[in-house]
Nanobody, 122 residues
Framework: QFVESGGGLVQPGGTLLLSCVVP????????VGWFRQVSEEDHEGVAC????????RYSSTVKERFIISWDRTKNFLYLHMSDLRPGDTAVYYC?????????????????WGRGTLVNVSS
């Protein structure tokens, strides 16, 4: 089961590191990714990384501010967040994809964790 941690309250311009436990079955996934809830029914694909060759994709809203990385030796997925803005406030989730390719479409991901809340506020 994917389990997120690391959320909290941070001031605008600050940094935060989110972590996600990735079950030791990464060979079953084409990719893993970070998502955030933008409305009651919609999620945004924030950053995703492929299993085979570490290709990453980012939402245009976070590109060059967030970095996704996957430590396979420790079974952890990370999201390093910098220059945080109030618009980044959300519950963040990690999940695996069973769809081939470097998709970051939330519809291609399943088995979501429970999420961790990031609150960017002064």
């Amino acid at each position: 089961q994917f389990v997120e941690s690391g959320g909290g309250l941070v001031q605008p311009g600050g940094t935060l590191l989110l972590s996600c436990v990735v079950p030791d079955s990464s060979s079953d996934y084409y990719a893993v990714g970070w998502f955030r809830q933008v409305s009651e029914e919609d999620h945004e694909g924030v950053a995703c990384i492929t299993s085979e060759d570490n290709r990453s994709r980012y939402s245009s809203t976070v590109k060059e501010r967030f970095i996704i990385s996957w430590d396979r030796t420790k079974n952890f997925l990370y999201l390093h967040m910098s220059d945080l803005r109030p618009g980044d406030t959300a519950v963040y989730y990690c999940a695996p994809s069973g769809t081939e390719g470097d998709t970051c479409d939330p519809g291609d991901y399943e088995d979501w964790g429970r999420g961790t809340l990031v609150n960017v506020s002064s």
